[in-house]
């Protein structure tokens, strides 16, 4: 059962059920670790407990060794033998322990790893499976940003309850050494730990409560700083001046947090003071009752020694147990948003049971359909019906924020409609497996991804089974217009491309464009989209590339969005979107004589090729 972020701040309601859920996470992460490698985790089950004894050993060792030498210094030389025995004794208990420290270190470390490597790997499949809608909402990246390092945790959790079983199992035999010279001893030392576990595990709870507070403006100090060192920002913080301005509100933002955190760090201080305080005076009392069972002849020489070296391990060891229960408590509570996290719905598998169809007849049917962002009062589409035969080209256009890239997604299925429907031949697409969906579609956005990797990479991911064909990739080169650019490079295809990594060539954006227009060639899907990916190509470059789709893409069924209406007039169709909804549908030439919205568009952007016309005959561009 989960622990929602509320819940956790109701402090002192429902302390019970929180620490029974501790109990249940601690299980919870026993259980993952155990998946992930049993023979490990038993192994530093028995490296703990091998530990846990050695103290007890060499407090023994300690009492016979300072009664020995008594002994020798009050008889002389023939005593001497048996204080050398235990001596060497004590050096080979010492050496044992080193080395049963040193394995429990390697051991600990795999597991760490191991375990590191597991919750990074369900992060990352959980991170790609979340249906994108969730990723649209700034809760979603409060929430990644809590777990982000946080993976860490679980291997601390299960070294700190180790270490806990160590210190219980040597204090217990600490306890009876102690209780076996006078009971006082042992009821002095187990009074040290109530208090340092009640202001550990306070001050953990509190921290955890600051992190959940915290978090929203923690990330947007990040943010912040990433605007001021990211190379993508870097040319309009420097042409805006904005560096000073940045960093004033990243400083204010800093501060909101540090001094929050300070002041914890104030209460936690004072509070850590006055246990330490507590502690000094009861290890006090507990030296006085030595002295006093001194004076009254009821210990040797060897037991005070050892008696004095008992209460440091078992004083260390109770402040061991306490500050590690605090810090399991506050790994459990951080450890919340993670399994949340890994609880998140994914995108959704179920009564998707029909195949993509071998070959699209009837095409794509949208049906009444209506979209809200979530959170959104409005509709950002509003009863939108559209059919689009198998093979059509279609032009979507429409001014900013018309709705043509959410009619995308939701055409991919990315965005679940608000209401109505949308058909591939007659077939929900919710009810279509996801991967083959997927896989039937080539999508180039407009925000497309610039791949740090090689040239023949940046073209072979879009279609990764196909990756190794490299006749393949190298005509998806050419019919995405870069191959001469390609064989110009110094090492082809194995070019690394972009500035990140070493040895990278950074291409322009139209470069880049061109690039990403060429994976959607090596592609190949049945239905092709384009969502203005040509934006930074000159016009001639636009057209050209839309009349090369238009001819590569014979047969298939091509969708695009363009603001340059000159490169629509070969669409078999334009759909005219404004404010959400299809205002205008036909060909260039209907949608003219239309004289609506269409036409309104076209002619402000023909007049203003015209005026650049008249101007450049007129010398004034000049
Ligand atoms: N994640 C989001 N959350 C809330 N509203 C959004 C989100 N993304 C887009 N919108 C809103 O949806 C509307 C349509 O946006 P959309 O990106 O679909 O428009 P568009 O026609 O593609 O615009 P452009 O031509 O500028 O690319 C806009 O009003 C926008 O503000």
Known sequence: MMLNDKELQSTGTDKIRKYKLTLQYIKRMLLIVWSIDPFLLCTTLLLRISQALIPVLQT???????????????????????????????????????????????????LRIRTQYHFDQLIAEKSSKIPLIHMESSDYYDHFYRISGNSVRVINLIDNVFSILQNTVMLFSMLILMAAVHWGLALGVLLL?????????????????????QTPVERKTGYLLDLLSSRLTAKELRSFNLSKYFIDRWSKLFWKNGYEKLYLEKK?????????????????TVMILLIWLGALGKLTMGAYVAMTQTLTTVQRGLE????????????SLFSNPLFTFLELPEEDHDGRVFSFPNQILKGIQVRNLSFKYPKQNVKVLEDVNIHINQGEKIAIVGENGSGKTTLIKCLLGLYPATE???????????????????????????DFVQYQFSAEENIGVGRVDKMMDKEMIFRAAEKGGVLDFIKDLKLGFDTQLGPYFSGGVELSLGQWQKMAISRAFFRDAPIVIL??????????????????????????????????LGSCRNADRIIVMKEGKIVESGNHNELIHLQ????RMFQAQSKWYVQEEK???????R
Request: net charge negative; glycine share 6%.
């Open 320 to 331: 061991d147990i306490a500050f590690r229960m605090a810090a399991i408590y506050e790994d």
């Open 531 to 564: 969502d203005e990916p040509t934006a930074a190509l000159d016009p001639l470059a636009e057209a050209a590339i839309f009349d090369q789709f238009m001819t590569l893409s014979k047969g298939k069924t091509a969708i695009f969005i363009s603001h340059r």
């Open 60 to 110: 023994w060792l300690t009492l016979q060794l300072v009664n020995q030498i008594t002994l020798l210094l009050e008889k002389g030389s023939p005593y001497i033998l048996n204080p050398l025995s235990t001596l060497l004794l004590q050096l080979l208990v010492f050496m044992a322990s080193a080395g049963i420290k040193a394995c429990d270190r390697y051991v600990l470390s795999k």
């Open 596 to 599: 609506g919205e269409y036409h």
């Open 420 to 446: 109505g429907e949308i058909l591939i031949d007659d077939i929900d697409i919710r009810q279509i497996n996801l991967t083959e969906l997927r896989n039937h579609i080539t999508v180039l956005y407009q």
């Open 193 to 213: 730990i109530i208090p340092s576990l009640i202001v550990n595990i306070t001050m953990g709870n509190l921290r955890y409560r600051q992190m959940l507070e």
């Open 268 to 284: 936690t201080s004072v509070s850590v003071f006055v246990v330490d305080a507590f502690g000094i005076l009861v290890t006090g």
């Open 615 to 621: 101007a450049e005959f007129s010398g004034e561009f």
